[in-house]
């Protein structure tokens, strides 16, 4: 199975709001609401910041926020401060019992 | 204090062996879906397999680049995963992670992450 689509780099000045895609299939996206949103710092392990599409864990600031649409689910981030700056990757559930990720975007915070 | 700790990780050749190991501590692992996800040097995660808890059947899942080559398995009064690499291939070289699947938030989340250990494959 593919790898979760996603752009390659976003950017956005402090303030700002700004959304990444991650767009799959009919098997995985489209077909479960096991979407998950992950934040990557460089040489850090990932952190999870949203779970089940558009849910939170706790301690994760509601300037993040997740959605989904058909085949495609959505990252934004509202309020973009400097320290939002890393790699996000989404992830879904698919069918035969795996899991995807996608490709990772890099968020530049200009 | 919860965490994940890896270990096991590092300098194979290709068609070599290695065991990872992943040790739990701060809750009891024995109830939850353990996964393992790897990063290539300077690419994206991939998942690559999980062991349900036992209380689930304690099946596995792996991801097709590694079935048939990699084992998952677990050790619930050690409160410890493993992951068994067979057949090593150079593009099995990535950091490791171990992680919980579907643990406080939501199914198929990965809540806690170890910090990875580095596996490399080459001659």
């Known amino acids: 199975q593919s790898a979760l689509a996603q752009p390659a780099s976003v950017s956005g000045s402090p303030g700002q709001s700004i959304t990444i895609s991650c767009t799959g299939t009919s098997s995985d996206i489209g077909r479960y609401d096991y979407v998950s949103w992950y934040q990557q710092h460089p040489g850090k392990a990932p952190k999870l910041m949203i779970y089940?599409?558009?849910n939170r864990p706790s301690g994760v600031s509601d300037r993040f926020s997740g959605s989904k649409s058909g085949n495609t689910a959505s990252l934004t981030i509202s309020g973009l401060q400097a320290e939002d700056e890393g790699d996000y990757y989404c992830s879904s559930y698919s069918t035969s019992s795996t899991l995807l990720f996608g490709g990772g975007t890099k968020l530049t915070v200009l | 204090e919860v965490q994940l700790v890896e270990s096991g990780g590092g300098l194979v050749k290709p068609g070599g062996s290695l065991t990872l190991s992943c040790a739990a501590s701060?809750?009891?692992?024995?109830?939850?879906?353990m996964s393992w996800v790897r990063q290539a040097p300077g690419k994206g995660l991939e998942w690559i397999g999980r062991i349900k808890s036992k209380t689930d059947g304690g099946t596995t899942d792996y991801a097709a680049p590694v079935k048939g080559r990699f084992i998952i398995s677990r050790d619930d009064s050690k409160n410890m995963v493993y992951l068994q690499m067979k057949s090593l291939k150079i593009e099995d070289t990535a950091v490791y992670y171990c992680?919980?699947?579907?643990?406080?938030?939501?199914?198929?989340?990965?809540?806690?992450w170890g910090q990875g250990t580095m596996v490399t494959v080459s001659s």
């Open positions: 992680t919980t699947e579907g643990y406080i938030y939501g199914y198929h989340a990965f809540a806690m």
């Open positions: 701060g809750f009891t692992s024995t109830n939850v879906w």
């Open positions: 089940n599409v558009s």
